[in-house]
Structure formats: C-alpha cells, structure tokens
C-alpha cells in the first residue's frame, strides 16, 4: 500500500529539523510540494533546500502543484464555505498526486510548516480523501516545532503561567473579544491586525513575523507601545515580501 508521511518541518528555521522528520524524509520516494506563486517562492525554494541538504542527489523525486487561491475575502457566513470549498479543491489535487504520482509500494511525503497537528489543514485533507474511497494508503504525521513555541522561545517566556490557562486562538475570533476567563492568548492568522483594538488595555504583546528565517522581525511591550511599531513594521514588510505570516500572545498583566 502506499505510505504517506505529514512531516512538521518548524517555523521557518532549517535547524528545526527533528532527527524523526530526517528519519522519515530518508525514507520517502516522492516529495510533494504546493507552489503558492511566485511572492512566496521563498517558502519552496525553503524546502528543497532542506531535501538537498539531508538527502543524497537522486534518491528522491519532488512533484510541484499549483495551490489554489482561497476567496480571502469572505467573511461572516461565508467564511465556512469558503474555506470549505477550498479544502476540497486541494483534496482533488492531493489525491490527483497520490494516485498518478506515486507508485503501489512507494512511499510520498508532504513537508508542512510548523507542526501539521497546528493549524494545518493537511490531515483534514488526507481523511477526506480516504473517505472518498477511491485512493487508498496510510499516513503517518511526524510532530515539527510550530510558530507558537518558536515565538515564544524568541521572546524568552514561556507560554503559560502556573495555574493559569492558554488559549490559542485566531484573529477572526479574537475580534468578536477577548476569550474569557484566560489571561494569556496565542493569536494566529490575523490579517487585520485586531489586537489595534484592544491597545488601551493592560496588556503585553510578544509579536513574531517570519519567524525562524532571516527575515524575522520581533516586538514586545506594552500593547499601547508595540501597536505603533508592529503596524509599522507589518506594512512595511508586507510592501517589501508581499506577503506576512505573524503570531503573537496577549498577556494581561495582573
């Protein structure tokens, strides 16, 4: 049957590379890698630079696809649906790539930023072709270091405070309000920025942009204080990439 292996490759950092996810990339015939145009070539060119450096030369093949768009636009009740229709549009293209790409015994892999257990839609993805039951083959995940522990070991903190619990959450959640009874929250895929609106209240921020790469910017503070120049820093990189993936903890201070 063929094998399929979900492989968390970290943040950003090629160093993020566990010992299993080498393991399990040294065993692996076919690599599958989402192209998601040219503004974010960086985050292929990222991962063949990983296979170049931990793989022999021609003990491997890599097959690209083109990622589909996501209307990014919807919002409220269009949100689900969107976002649904998507998911479906890349399970047509994985099990596209299963079936003619990879032979009955072999085995292929998909290298997901961070950790594929975190804000990933990969495994969601590989169940609902099974449940197809058209293309058959078993998975295994391999856990990677995710932007949540990256950030904050940059900032030197740890995630959760004795007796107190952690949210992790999104900005589209975060700006219907603060989660309540949780002091400390992980905010990931906030596009329009909502911590702006709770910048008057008594709060840190630890914000990390492009974490792990070269291009890794960091702020921390006082929200009231970090907002201006997070915003700053947000526009400025986004003008110079054309793209930005952030995360960031709110932490009341009390």
Request: charge should be negative.
């Amino acid at each position: 049957m063929r094998t399929i292996h979900v492989i968390g490759i970290g943040a950003g950092d090629p160093d993020h590379l566990t010992l299993q996810a080498v393991k399990a990339m040294r065993t692996t015939d076919v690599f599958f890698l989402l192209d998601k145009g040219e503004t974010k070539a960086d985050l292929t060119d990222l991962r063949r630079a990983m296979l170049e450096e931990h793989l022999p030369p021609g003990s491997y093949r890599v097959v690209e696809a083109r990622d589909p768009d996501r209307d990014r636009r919807a919002s409220g009740g269009a949100y689900a649906p969107a976002v649904d229709d998507w998911r479906s549009r890349r399970a047509e293209i994985y099990e596209r790539l299963i079936t003619d790409e990879l032979g009955p015994d072999e085995t292929g892999a998909f290298l997901v930023w961070g950790d594929p257990s975190l804000y990933d839609s990969t495994l969601g993805i590989l169940e609902e072709i099974l449940d197809a039951g058209r293309t058959a083959f078993a998975y295994d995940v391999v856990p990677g270091i995710s932007s949540v522990s990256t950030l904050v070991a940059k900032h030197r903190t740890s995630l959760n405070r004795v007796a107190r619990p952690v949210q992790i959450t999104t900005g589209r959640r975060l700006a219907e309000g603060f989660p309540e009874g949780v002091d400390d929250v992980v905010v990931m895929l906030d596009a329009h920025q909502s911590f702006r609106a709770y910048a008057q209240e008594d709060l840190e921020i630890f914000w990390g942009a492009y974490l792990g790469t070269p291009d890794e910017l960091l702020v921390s503070g006082p929200i009231a204080e970090a907002v201006p120049r997070i915003e700053e820093l947000r526009a400025e990189a986004r003008e110079r990439k054309g793209w930005i993936m952030d995360t960031y903890l709110l932490r009341r201070r009390t």
